[in-house]
């Protein structure tokens, strides 16, 4: 039985697909161990315990900021997932398709195949695609064809921005911002104009519920509870939408930086393709309302977030695994990790 899998293993979620499935796994990056360092927990449920401290319990997220960070508890996860949803089948080539971030060392490159060889017993075939490339397949781009596109694919723990076209990558860069470090900052807001301690998954969840990039995309208030620096009881405060905003505006201004670096990157003669078809933002940072509309006024182009963004690379992944000649060859060139 024919069994090819595409893993995209992220800082906050971890999905994979099956060829002729679709998206068969869309968990936390997130993994509970007992006092015995055995596996008791994974995925959301995983999440969930995830800075509550639970007896006898340590929860971790293996990844950081793009990279892992955690080799062993990795392949846990990845394993329990993989065995879950029976991806461990016949040998085909490629078997599995790994997409891994743009700009990563070559030891960090290897650490995302070998947690996959050793999740998998290291049974299976495995092909390395660049994140870019799979994000801009799953936005719909023709990557095999001579106009260029700009994609910008914002994770939990790092943005991707890449120029594709006529078989690769033209221009790229890769900083490690994302939607991590809005959490972090809206917690540095909460502790400084409130004098309130919170979580990250408290300010994930205030980002969620009230967050925005564009003062036309107010969506409110949101009540958080927190500890009280200064007399350590807990209390309640009211967040509003243009607070939140105030709050991330330095890690949105980070992310227009980086924007402009890779524009400068790109030749002249792509320049006016680029321009044309404007800026395609995917990643799960990309739900945030508004952020088209802050990129488009900071950019000046045309700026447009994919259909389901945070999916963007499962999907080109997919499609990789039902592709065959040119493209294959494309995607699963000689490796380039700057």
């Not at 017993?121 to 936005?139: E, F, T």
């Not at 939140?244 to 670096?261: C, F, G, M, W, Y």
Request: net charge neutral; with cysteine.
């Amino acid at each position: 039985m024919d069994r090819k899998t595409g893993i995209d293993l992220g800082t906050s979620r971890l999905r994979v697909c099956i060829k002729g499935r679709g998206t068969a796994a869309d968990v936390a990056t997130a993994a509970a161990f007992d006092g015995e360092e055995q596996l008791c927990a994974y995925g959301d449920a995983a999440y969930r315990m995830l800075g509550k401290n639970p007896p006898g319990k340590d929860v971790v997220t293996p990844l950081s900021r793009g990279v892992i960070s955690n080799f062993e508890d990795c392949v846990e996860l990845l394993s329990a997932v993989l065995t879950k949803i029976g991806a461990k089948g016949i040998i085909t080539r490629p078997k599995t398709v790994i997409s891994v971030p743009y700009g990563i060392t070559e030891v960090e490159c290897n650490a995302f195949e070998n947690v996959c060889v050793a999740a998998s017993g290291g049974r299976d075939l495995y092909m390395l695609v660049k994140q870019p490339m799979a994000a801009a397949i799953g936005c719909g781009a023709d990557v095999l064809g001579v106009r260029g596109r700009l994609i910008c694919d914002i994770g939990a723990g790092k943005v991707q921005t890449s120029v594709i076209m006529y078989k690769g990558i033209a221009a790229a860069g890769m900083e490690r911002i994302g939607g991590d470090t809005a959490d972090d900052a809206i917690v540095r807001y909460v502790k400084d104009s409130y004098n309130i301690t919170i979580g990250k998954r408290t300010a994930e969840s205030i980002k969620i519920a009230a967050g925005s990039a564009h003062r036309l995309t107010e969506r409110g208030e949101v009540t958080v509870c927190g500890r009280n620096i200064l007399t350590g009881q807990v209390v309640r405060a009211t967040l509003y939408s243009s607070e939140i905003r105030e709050a991330i505006t330095p890690v949105l201004d980070d992310l227009t930086d980086h924007i402009k670096s890779v524009l400068e990157k790109i030749p002249p003669t792509l320049s006016s393709d680029v321009y044309e078809s404007g800026l395609t933002l995917c990643g799960g940072f990309a739900n945030l309302p508004g952020l088209d509309m802050f990129l488009r006024e900071k950019l000046g182009m045309n700026v447009n977030v994919t259909k389901s963004p945070e999916l963007a690379v499962i999907r080109g992944t997919e499609t990789i695994l039902g592709s065959a000649g040119e493209l294959i060859e494309v995607v699963s060139a000689a490796r380039d990790y700057q």
